[in-house]
């Protein structure tokens, strides 16, 4: 699935259809012919990935091939969906990062239509806005390693924008991706820092006798980018002088991920697909789930360069890409990167923003699930409750969410159907940055607003999957 600047012929009818087509939900036997030709089609069933030299992943995914096709639809430009479940469970495909109405968005919470065991769901749907956006099983997997974003059902949406700028020569897609997953008891957690560290020692201070200890955390035996591990695959090929336009796509069911290129500068123009204020040049991306990073490369240092993790066990079992300039060969290098720490403000900008409306604090707790189950994810004090009522919000009311994270584990939260501006990371004030998924990393403060132009189900979650499955998720119901 690198590069393309051509549209796929799939969507080559999309912009003869009208937008009088409404939703079509036949939900009915595959056997059933659908009328007239999808702009796109999804056909979920078991497929085999071969990740390495002999070594060959048994898992489910779309149209046969890990990641899914791209799809490449054109901003505002209605397109018929045609979904196909060739499995024994029933699958919601969400349309991540797009806002389109909570019936196709594919979420069980926002009561989405599900694509039925061996059945077919047909819908039009709209895309906007424009940028990089993906497609992903959204079940839940509680304890099923074999499910939902586990699975290799992920891949690339592209809305173009009416215009775009388009200044580069190569267009490369790459998403991460983690394999065989198994329960472990080792927390994988970054360095804290003094702040950090203090609240841990605090919450350690406080703890009773008869807390539990941590439950279940995952770990992977193998890691992907585009389905292959590292050397394994075909490499990014660049010629000097180029610029080369990537985008990146965390697709990990439970992974925040850095990634480098040695001897190369990322100038990072938009993050989760919007444009951002201000691109800056930074040496290691970090992409919490879900999260995408688009980031142009000029290609200056010829060689054979490793594109990768710096963490050197997961960069072994598999996690990086070759880049390979023209009429370069010998062995990929890696050098291993400076440390920086992330900052989502520097991209934004400073800028007086208008008060919100309403301020809504949601406050990120943990409950240990002891040796051996699972630890239990609080907002508010509260785990997701699908008996109680959405809290409702209204539409082009300004609500400022205020994500606070009393645990010392790192949370890329996510709104559905919506867009957020973040205006204070980490105490600091920013504006411009809009996204749909932001990490807050242990004993965080982030701050984002948000006005949905869209009434209905409105889900809010933790994209680690784990944590949604164990309580860590939150039902809005935006009315009029
Ligand atoms: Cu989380």
Not at 92 to 98: A, D, I, Q, Y
Not at 318 to 332: D, F, H, L, S, T
Not at 417 to 445: C, Q
Request: proline share 8%; net charge negative.
């Amino acid at each position: 699935m690198e590069s393309s600047h051509s549209r796929r012929s799939f969507l080559s009818g999309a912009a003869a259809l009208g937008a009088g087509l409404l939703l079509d939900a036949c939900q009915r036997a595959p056997e059933t012919p659908a009328e007239g030709p999808a702009d796109v089609t999804l056909r979920i069933g078991p497929v085999l990935v071969d990740i390495a030299k002999d070594h060959t992943i048994s898992t489910v995914g779309y149209n046969g091939s890990v990641p899914g096709p791209l799809i490449r639809l054109r901003q505002g430009v209605p397109a018929t969906i045609d979904l196909f479940n060739d499995t024994d469970i029933p699958e919601f495909v969400h349309w991540h990062g797009l806002s389109v109405p909570a019936n196709i968005d594919g979420a069980e919470e926002e009561k989405s239509l599900p694509v039925p065991a061996h059945g077919h769901l047909r819908y039009q749907l709209t895309p906007q806005p424009a940028g990089a956006r993906w497609v992903h099983s959204h079940v839940m997997a509680m304890s099923d390693v074999n499910r939902g974003t586990y699975t290799g059902q992920f891949g690339f949406v592209y809305v173009e924008p009416k215009s775009n700028p388009g200044q580069y020569d190569q267009e490369i897609f790459l998403a991460t991706h983690e394999w065989e997953p198994f329960y472990t008891t080792a927390e994988m957690e970054e360095e804290p820092d003094a702040e950090q560290r203090a609240r841990m020692a605090a919450q350690k201070a406080a703890q009773k006798p008869d807390d539990k200890p941590n439950g279940w955390e995952i770990g992977y035996q193998k890691f992907t980018i585009n389905g292959k591990c590292l050397g394994f695959g075909e490499p990014v090929r660049v010629k000097p002088g180029q610029r080369v336009l990537f985008h990146f796509l965390n697709a990990s069911a439970t992974e925040n991920i850095q990634l480098a290129l040695p001897g190369h500068m990322f100038q990072i123009v938009a993050l989760d697909g919007n444009p951002v204020p201000h691109p800056q040049l930074v040496e290691v991306l970090e992409l919490g789930t879900a999260e995408r990073i688009d980031a142009v490369v000029e290609m200056k240092t010829p060689g054979v360069w490793i594109l990768g993790t710096p963490m050197d066990d997961d960069r072994r079992d598999g996690m990086g890409i070759v880049v390979e300039y023209a009429g370069q060969k010998g062995q990929p290098r890696w050098i291993k990167p400076q440390k920086k720490p992330w900052d989502y403000a520097a991209f934004g900008e400073t800028r007086t923003l208008p008060a919100p409306d309403e301020t809504i604090p949601l406050v990120f707790g943990k409950i240990n699930g002891g040796t051996g189950a699972f630890n239990h994810w609080t907002i508010n004090g509260k785990s997701y409750d699908e008996k109680a009522e959405p809290r409702v919000l209204h539409m082009g009311k300004r609500y400022r969410l205020i994500f606070d994270n009393q645990t010392d584990d790192a949370h890329p939260v996510h709104l559905h159907r919506n867009s957020f501006e973040l205006t204070n990371v980490h105490g600091n004030p920013t504006a411009g940055v809009l996204k749909d998924v932001v990490v807050l990393k242990g004993f965080k403060k982030i701050e984002a607003d948000f006005t949905s132009s869209m009434e209905g189900l409105t889900l809010f979650h933790c994209h680690q999957q784990l944590h949604m499955d164990y309580g860590f998720k939150l039902l809005f119901n935006v009315v009029s």
